[in-house]
């Protein structure tokens, strides 16, 4: 951040006191104040600035100091006013706001990932995204790349520290925090990019979290954002990837929304029509009264592309025993696995199931 933003609201804010006022760094360095002659200067360790629990300012070396931004270990910026006295802490109150505010205002206006997080948040005017790039001169017609990272089980902080060591080029590529377990990743990639490419960092990005923090993720990748006003619909998608892979593709820890092919059209549609395509697929008799060895049966069958040869020597049956079992389905369900037509049907119909019973399961857990 420019130092010449907190200089302009030190310069105006001296004019309200005699006092020395300024700004120090993350490691105790001014970087602005009243007092020109101790500009760049180190007066101060950031632990011995640190308030104690429950305080918000700390007194030290003769001044009164107060954090702007950071944790509770931890400093950003923090300002200070000469004394330690009740006015020394009202005037170094009134000089965090002004500083806080000025920070918040250059952050909006001048910082590249506060622009890409009000996009894909959909926090900024459609017109108003191409007057921004233009004053942050950020190129706004590249490819990029949309990954939504969520954390399962547990999340940490420090996540967000291993994606930066894994695309460290600030000004091109952005981790953005969503929230508590979600972080979306946004990379600038080359014009001929494919969906297995950035499948590959997805992986790549899924490995590096559970080499160094052991913990497990599920990442979402949307198609690629030529232009920076697609990148909400991208955000969107690969949210829409996470969504769908949680119902479809359990296994996957990374899922493209290019992939996601017929489920992609289930999961937009209203759970009363598809309860209907269920009634109307098993006149004879509902999905349901086929038991958890037949639908295995139904599944490799659909794994091995309907080949009959090759279903018997993975289950490890004889083949007139599958093509017995086969006519049984057909019995129970009306549909013969063995023509493609009514194989799709079938397929789509386990789809379906499955579906409506995760909206289920999720109505049920929400009360």
């Known amino acids: 951040m420019s130092s010449r933003i907190f200089q302009s609201v030190v310069v105006q804010m001296k004019e309200a006191t005699t006092r020395a006022l300024g700004v120090v760094d993350s490691e105790g360095n001014v970087i602005a104040t009243s007092e020109l002659s101790v500009m760049g200067t180190h007066i101060a360790d950031t632990a011995s600035i640190l308030p104690q629990p429950g305080e918000k300012v700390s007194v030290y070396a003769g001044k009164t100091f107060r954090p702007v931004a950071g944790s509770e270990q931890n400093i950003e910026y923090a300002v200070f006013v000469e004394g330690t006295d009740e006015l020394a802490a009202s005037f170094c109150t009134m000089l965090a706001v002004a500083v806080s505010s000025a920070k918040a205002y250059y952050e909006e206006k001048y910082d590249k990932s506060a622009l890409v997080k009000s996009i894909i948040t959909e926090n ?147 759970t009363t029509m598809c309860q209907m395509f269920l009634n109307e697929v098993f006149k004879k008799n509902p999905i349901d009264s086929l038991d958890e060895e037949t639908l295995g049966i139904i599944n490799e069958f659909f794994d091995n592309n309907l080949n009959i040869s090759e279903t018997s020597r993975k289950l490890f049956v004889h083949r007139n025993t599958l093509v017995y079992r086969l006519g049984k389905i057909k019995k129970i369900t009306g549909l013969d696995l063995r023509e493609f037509d009514q194989a799709i049907v079938f397929k789509v119909a386990l789809m379906v199931k499955k579906y409506l019973d995760s909206q289920e399961s999720a109505h049920t857990n929400i009360q």
């Open 124 to 270: 900024i005017l459609p017109g108003d995204i191409y007057v921004h790039a233009k004053e942050l001169h950020f190129v706004s017609d590249v490819p990029r790349a949309v990954f939504y990272i969520r954390q399962i089980d547990r999340s940490d902080v420090a996540t967000l520290e291993v994606l930066r060591r894994l695309y460290p080029e600030k000004q091109r590529d952005f981790i953005i925090s969503i929230n508590e377990s979600d972080i979306a990743v946004i990379k600038e990639v080359p014009a001929h990019t494919e969906e297995k490419d950035t499948h590959k960092m997805g992986v790549a990005m899924s490995n590096a979290i559970s080499d160094e923090l052991k913990i497990r993720t599920v990442i979402g990748v949307g198609t690629l954002a030529m232009h920076l006003r697609d990148l909400s619909v991208r955000y969107k998608e690969a949210q829409t990837a996470i969504d769908i892979g949680k119902v479809f593709d359990t296994e996957k820890t990374v899922i493209n929304y290019e992939s996601l092919g017929i489920g992609r059209l289930i999961y937009q549609l209203p």
